[in-house]
Structures are given as structure tokens and as C-alpha cells.
């Protein structure tokens, strides 16, 4: 990154004025590094730049832009060397492309892969088989694979052949496949060096294999990887066919991914998938108007619940001071709950059947952090001079409304992901909102049993 | 995942009775696995299996058990046993294992390590000299070097040798030192296959290698070993001298910890460290009661504000209806802009220097969606039959309120950030709170305006 801020503006002038060197620079600077750099071009002078390249150094370049911008630069380059770039990308990043690309465009630049690169083409078909978050759409075709009968030794031949081809991700692993596609187990390249080379590679290869299913869903494929510390993992099918691996760099952006998307549902925003700058604000404005209305919206029901409390406030007006203080509260303590509840659902250490235990524990923590908020807050209601029976009605509400809170908070995840939603829905504003309106009715269910008899008086003469 | 639930019983069964059998079933069963039923024995029962098993053995499943269950373990395991685990645990994690454990039982197991194994409690001194969470405490120093004067051939010997060892975690990359430690360059395995073996390493090692400072954060590591897709990186320190090296699978572990934290702290939780189950309700109440408390002080301001305008609200009691669904209003959209921005931050997709975007951006939403909502919210005052006036006043609070929470919302984590802090401290709940205050404020001094009429006359007459 620093390499890039150094060469930028020079590497840009490069760009513009000599592309054909580019081939050279890329031997020296990272393709990451130019990927930066081109970002900052404008569509036409970055297309440009792209055709004039080799396929396979622009393919390095376009395979790391962000999907928006391989959008926005495929019709500017044109069909015939786009699909040559697009032949030259990493499986899984080419099949990206092509889900993102608008159904026309794909269409027109997956006939002309078809002739400029057959094999890139097919495995476009197969990977966009699944579903986009999905083990198959994340998977590479290009291995290495052996029959069980080869030796250790042959192995090694095969996978220096494969080291050559650039194509090939990853080379560390040996598949070692039946005639039929069937996974018998992976030799490492590891315990390949370290076997006598006449060694038969099926003994020297693990056969309890950690396998994903080609349905599942990618975050799933990235906690596993994960789990065991693997650099690939085999994608197998519920037939017990093996259609290909998945590498670790991939599920690491996954899991940037991922965690952008919960991030932002967690705010109450629909995922964005371009970087923040890169998107515009018409589009940020479609992703976040629609929750925010649909919040607005819930929220109307404090105005209704308060209204229908009209006379109670109107008898004593202070009751109406300690709304925004009781109902934030309460939001607080649930965005707390929810927060652990959807890192722990995400991360795999809650599971739904564990809800009884959420249950209890969040309740335990409610009832002493409540009791703990009730000190503080007696004592800043006497201090407003507010009185003794005022100072009960906050207490035993903050008791009620941060237990409430942190069971709602704790319970909502679990009960969207019951329902197969995205625990992250449960955004905090979204919990806040629901407590707001349920907190106002403990407020003032409350108020009326301990101000039972300041209001009895009130309804003779207003009290102030 | 599978598999450990599959065999769960019976294997507990197994680690009972027949701990000698355990590694044995260590050639079956992956360790990450048999961790996991580990985790369900209690102290006495792990402690007992872990003591039985080779030290080799015990070092795979003990490195993969949580932090807390860790502390609590070695104790129970004995000084003696527990540092020849120790000494077989991967650098990094037994690293980890010291800073976790209470300095009087770390100091005692060192002093235990540097008789069994003097080399790996140097390893745990010079990692120990890097804070927690920076690149120096994460890396491991065994890897696979070799002098720039040896060939292709030659190098492929020591990778095979350095293969055979367990302790070095990586054999995939070369690093090519000269004799006083200084990087010259790194060449792949695939690399040194793919070449003549009597090529000279340095014609075919890369030179322009991306390396981290040992004191650089963690989180910032994980970052560039996303955006480069290496299998490790070089820890190299400002005197340009080769530390060691840092491996992809720790960097998985490292986005998966701090995105726990990103997300406990969103939620206004004190990030916790253990998984949800293993961590008592105390601990949970202390990492919550502090910001909940704080947060709840802060709302203090909204009782002060109303008193503040009792007046008015006495004057037109309708008024207080509207409070919650403005602040809460105010208090959503704030919570989306701070989302993207934190998370933009987080990726390094935003920087400081951007204020006045992210302002100039934040302030347009802010608007166009409190336009949104002020249609509807007009339509349902004019429902509740509050009249044109009070249509107007929410019509307009609305714009305001939403535009000042995105600009809030945006802006906060940038300043927070600017003060050296974590920007994800400025959580929804703090952004919610500080909004609710501000909302409050705005929404009276417009009412003071669009009503100056009617408070005009209700101070003659009250209105309701």
C-alpha cells in the first residue's frame, strides 16, 4: 500500500503515456499495487490501458477491481478482448464477473468466451450452476489430481508439471481421485517430499478428509476452513463426486465480505457491495430509505401508545420527561444482548436449541443491570426533586425495561434465525424500535399502580 | 462439524477409559475435532486425557481449546506436563497462551519451559516483547531460509529436510537471507519445482516482497494478507532485520477476533474475548454495565432538555407524543451512516483526509431521506388530526433530524478515529444517545417557531 502511494502518480503518467511497459512493471510491482492505481483512472483511459496489455497481465489487473467497475469497463473494452481477459481470470472470480454483469451483457460475452476460450467458458456453466454465496460458485476446476496406484515420486512429476501452469491455483495438495471422480483422499505436498518417492501415494495420503457440499453456503465454507487451518478444501457432492477446491484466499474474502454485510445490516442498512466511495448516493439512499421507513413507520406506535397514556400525562406532565431516558435504556441494553447473540449465532458458538440458556442468562444480566441503572437513577430523580413515589415508578421501571431489553435483545436473533432469516436482521435499530414501543407501556403500566393515588387526585385538579 | 457430533459419544467414552488410545484415533480423528469434544469434558476429565497423551498429541488439541478454558487447565495439569505441551504448541498460540495466563503461573511455567525446551521459551520471550495484538506476537520463527548463493536444487533439499520437522508451520516459501538476517527476496515452492535445479535461488526469488513491521497491528496485517492472497508474510523490523514470519491460518484467526470485537463494540459491549457459553454472567455484566451506565448518564440530557421546554409541552401536551419517533428517527439514521462509515474505515476504504465527502455525501441522504419521511409522517399527523401546523412542524423536524443523524453518524468515527481511538466505539447506542439530545433540541426550537401562534395564545389558555 505503500509502494502504491510512492509510485502512484508516476505509475499513473506510466499508464497513460506507455502501456506496453506495463508487462514490464508487473514483474516488479504487485498487481494488487497497479489494480490501485488503475481504480483511480477513469473508465475510458483504465479500458484503454487494459486492451493494451497482454490478456493475462489485464487479467491479473481487472480480476482484483471491484465488481462494479468490471461492470462498468466491460463494454468499454469490447466483447473480444474482454472474453479474452475474462479467459485468463481465476474460475471463481470470472464466474463473479458474470453474475454481476447484466443478463444481456453476460450473455453476449459468454458466446464470445465460448470461441476464444471453450474450456473457461464451461467452467463458467459449471460454477454458475450455484448459487452465488454458494461452495460451487467459489470453487476452481484447476488441480492437482492423481490416480491411487501413482508413486509418491510420480506425484511429485505431476505436480511440478502443474506448478508450470499458471492456471492452476493451488499446487500444495494432491487429489488423489478414482477413475470415477471419486475423493479417496489428499496428499499434501508436504508429506509427499517427505516420502520415499516408491512410497504408493494412497499411503501417504489422508483419507478423513474435510469436504464442503457444493449448496453450501460460503460463509459456512469459511468458518471450516477456518476451523482446521487448510489451504483448499474439496467441494464433493451428496453422490460422493468431486467437482473441485476451494482456496483459502478466496474464503478470506469471504469473510470480509461477510462481515461487511453484517456490519451493515447490524446499522439498520441493506449490504452495500461496492466500497463506500464507489457507490453512489442514489444507491446508498435505496438501501438504507427502506428500513428506515419501515422503522419510522414502527415507530408511530409510541406516538399511539402515548396517546392512548393522554389523560395520565396530562394529570402529571413530568411522567413525559423520563420517556426518551427509559425507552434508550432499554434499547441500549438490547443492542448489547443482540450484538453477542449474532456474533456468537455467526461464529457457531450459539445454536438455536441452546434458547433457554440465552433465555435465563440474558434475563440474570437484565435484573443486575437494571438494579444497578435504578440506583443511579433514583438518585438523579430526587435530585430533580421529583419525589419519592417518582423515584419507586423510574427504579422498578429501569428494573423491568433493561431485563426486558436484554431478553429481547438476546431472543430476536434467535427466533429470525428460527424463521431462516439472517440473524443480523435483527438489526439494533430494529430491536431499539421494539423496545420503545414496549417500554412505553411498562413505563406507563407502571405509573399507573405507583402514581395510583397522585392520579386519583390529579383527576379532581391538575396536579401541574 | 459433522464428524465430532457423529462420534461424540462414543469418543468421550474413549477419552475416559482409554486416553492411550487417543493417538491412535489422532490419525483419524482431526484434532480440531477432538478439541471440541475436549471442550465438553470438564477440568478434572481433560485435565486427566491431556496428562496421559504424548505431549506432541496433547499440544494439538490443548493450542485449539479457548483462551479461558486454556488458563484453567494448566494448573490442573501440572507444571511439568503443562510446559512440555508448551513446548510443542505452535509459537504463536503458546505465545498467546503466556499473555492469557496470571503473571505468577506464567512466570512459574516459563521457568518450567526453559529447562524442557530452552529453545520454544525463547521464542515465547521474543514474541512477548510485541504487544498482543501486533504482528510480532503472531509470527513464528520457524521457517525455511536459505543463503542467496545456493541453487534451486539445493533449496529444494532443505525444504524437504525442513518438511520432515512439525515445527515449521510453513514450508512453502523460501527466504533468502544473507548472512547478518537481512531479506533479499522470497521464492515459492512452486517456484524452486518449476525451475532448473541448478538456477541460482536469487535469479528466481521475488525481490519486491510485501513485509509487515513487528509492531504493526494485527488487524492491519490480516488486511495486506487479504489484499496480496500470500500464504505468509515477512515480519521485518525498521533496521530492515528478518524477525519471522506469519502464516495465513493465524491471520483467519485474527479477522474472526476482530470482527467479534467490531461487532461487541457496535453493539456498546466491552469486547468479550471467550465464546458466549464460556464466559460468566458476571464477566458479561462487567463488560456491559460500564457503557450502559455511561450511556444512561448521557440520556440525563434529554430529561434536562424537556424540563428544559415545560413550558411548551405544557402549553401543547400533543408534542411530547412526537418525541420518540423523532429521536428514535434520528437516531436510525445515524446508526446507518455510522455503520458504512466504521466498516469503510475498517477495510481502509475511508480515510480521515475524506471528511468533507463523507460529510458532503452524509448531509445529502440525510436530507433526501428525511424528505422521504417527512411525506409520511405528514400524512400520519394529519391522521391522528393534529392539524396542518403540527404537519408542518414534524414535515420539517423530520428533515432536520435525519440529516443531522447521518451527518453525526458519519462524521463520528472519523473524529473518534482522529483522537488515536477504535472508531468502532462510537457504537449505534452512543450515536443513538448523542442524537437523542440533539433531536430533542431541534424538534422544540422548531416548534417554537412553526407554533409561535398557537403557544401564543395557549399561554392565555391552555389548549389541551
Not at 506510466?14 to 499495487?33: F, G, I, Q, T
Not at 496489455?53 to 480480476?63: N, V
Not at 483459502?248 to 447490524?266: C, P, R
Request: charged content about 25%.
Amino acid at each position: 500500500m505503500r509502494l502504491a502511494h510512492l509510485i502512484g502518480p508516476e505509475l499513473r503518467d506510466l499508464l497513460r503515456n506507455n502501456p506496453a511497459e506495463v508487462s514490464e512493471l508487473l514483474d516488479e510491482v504487485h498487481a494488487e499495487d497497479l489494480a490501485d492505481v488503475v481504480q483511480e483512472l477513469d473508465d475510458d483511459e483504465a479500458a484503454e490501458l487494459l486492451r493494451r496489455m497482454s490478456a493475462d497481465d489485464a487479467a491479473d489487473i481487472f480480476e482484483r477491481l471491484p465488481e462494479g467497475r468490471q461492470e462498468a469497463l466491460v463494454e468499454k473494452i469490447g466483447l473480444q478482448p474482454a472474453a479474452r481477459i475474462a479467459g485468463e481470470m481465476a474460475a471463481d472470480d470470472r464466474a463473479d464477473l458474470f453474475s454481476a454483469l447484466p443478463e444481456e451483457v453476460g450473455d453476449q460475452l459468454l458466446e464470445t468466451l465460448e470461441r476464444v476460450d471453450p474450456e473457461a467458458a464451461e467452467e463458467v456453466e459449471e460454477l454458475s450452476k450455484w448459487p452465488e454465496t454458494s461452495a460451487g460458485h467459489l470453487m476452481t476446476m484447476q488441480y492437482v489430481s492423481a490416480l491411487p496406484s501413482v508413486s509418491a515420486g510420480e506425484a511429485l512429476e505431476t505436480v511440478r508439471r502443474k506448478a508450470a501452469d499458471e492456471d492452476v491455483e493451488m499446487i500444495y495438495y494432491v487429489y488423489v481421485l478414482t477413475a470415477d471422480e471419486r475423493l479417496q483422499g489428499i496428499a499434501s505436498l508436504r508429506d509427499i517430499l517427505t516420502a520415499d518417492p516408491r512410497t504408493p501415494i494412497s499411503d501417504i495420503m489422508r483419507e478423513n478428509v474435510i469436504s464442503v457440499a457444493p449448496e453450501m453456503d460460503q460463509e459456512v465454507v469459511a468458518r471450516m476452513m477456518a476451523k482446521y487451518d487448510v489451504q483448499a478444501l474439496p467441494v464433493i457432492d451428496t453422490q460422493g463426486r468431486f467437482h473441485g477446491i476451494i482456496t483459502v484466499d478466496d474464503t478470506i474474502d469471504v469473510m470480509t465480505e461477510e462481515q461487511t454485510e453484517d456490519v451493515h445490516k447490524l446499522g439498520g442498512v441493506q449490504p452495500v457491495e461496492n466500497p463506500y466511495f464507489d457507490t453512489t448516493v442514489w444507491t446508498l439512499i435505496r438501501k438504507r430509505a427502506g428500513w428506515l421507513a419501515v422503522l419510522f413507520v414502527g415507530e408511530f406506535f409510541t406516538g399511539t401508545a402515548l396517546r392512548h397514556y393522554d389523560g395520565v400525562i396530562a394529570s402529571v406532565a413530568t411522567l413525559s420527561y423520563y420517556v426518551p431516558l427509559l425507552i434508550s435504556t432499554g434499547g441500549n441494553s438490547g443492542s448489547q444482548s443482540s450484538s453477542l447473540i449474532i456474533r456468537g449465532l455467526a461464529v457457531g458458538e450459539i445454536s438455536i436449541k441452546d434458547w433457554w440458556k440465552v433465555l435465563w442468562r440474558e434475563a440474570v444480566q437484565g435484573v443486575v443491570m437494571g438494579l444497578i441503572l435504578a440506583l443511579v437513577g433514583v438518585g438523579r430523580v430526587l435530585l430533580w426533586g421529583d419525589g419519592i413515589r417518582f423515584a419507586v415508578l423510574i427504579g422498578v421501571t429501569l428494573v423491568f425495561i433493561v431485563a426486558g431489553g436484554c431478553v429481547i435483545g438476546g431472543m430476536m436473533p434467535l427466533i429470525i434465525k428460527r424463521f431462516g432469516l439472517d440473524p443480523a436482521t435483527s438489526s439494533t435499530p430494529f430491536i431499539a424500535s421494539l423496545i420503545d414501543v414496549i417500554g412505553i407501556l411498562i413505563y406507563f403500566s407502571m405509573a399507573k399502580v405507583v402514581l395510583a393515588q397522585v392520579l386519583a387526585q390529579a383527576s379532581v385538579a391538575p396536579v401541574h
